[in-house]
């Protein structure tokens, strides 16, 4: 199965916008629509933003700040993984492993010397995930309470993969 990040545009929106986290997930990541709203509000964060598919198939949408100027506590970065979503539907498949695959290949290549991230940290959220694919916490928490997580660039995820 080949996993692409695409472009969203007016053909595949609706599909994109219809995905969604399983019961129970959403206090981790904001809906696609309400990160879409959020990328529209904060155009100073630089929101970078793509579907995730499976073959021809919508699993999940993702996006970061490219590149910008960190302004805390408010905008982190350059490089920072605002968003990973995937659908429930879809989840346990190894999508998630491969989109940071990808973004971590790609920002690299754009110079990046590192990802940042961050997590709600409570009990089901997405800690062990990130930690798994070599994301360290940096010591801060951002305004929310969110943890923030630095993943050193580049990235070998050999062995990695989420069970």
Not at 36 to 61: N, S, T
Not at 94 to 118: M, N
Not at 137 to 157: C, I, K, S
Request: proline letters at 9%.
């Amino acid at each position: 199965m080949v996993v692409a990040l695409r472009e969203i545009t007016d053909g595949n929106r609706d599909s994109i916008l219809a995905l969604c986290v399983a019961p129970g997930q959403e206090r981790f990541v904001s809906t696609v629509r309400g990160s879409l709203r959020e990328a529209a509000e904060y155009p100073h964060a630089k929101p970078w933003y793509r579907a995730v598919y499976a073959d021809d198939e919508p699993v999940g949408f993702v996006m970061l700040s490219w590149n910008v100027e960190p302004q805390p506590p408010e905008i982190h970065g350059p490089w920072f993984l605002w968003k990973l979503l995937v659908d429930e539907r879809h989840q346990g498949r190894g999508y998630g492993f491969e989109v940071v695959r990808q973004i971590a290949e790609l920002v690299a290549t754009e110079g990046a010397t590192e990802l940042l991230t961050s997590y709600v940290p409570e009990d089901g959220g997405p800690a062990g995930f990130y930690a798994r694919l070599g994301f360290v916490p940096t010591g801060e928490l951002d305004p929310d309470g969110e943890v923030l997580m630095r993943l050193a660039l580049p990235w070998t995820p050999a062995g990695r993969l989420p069970a």
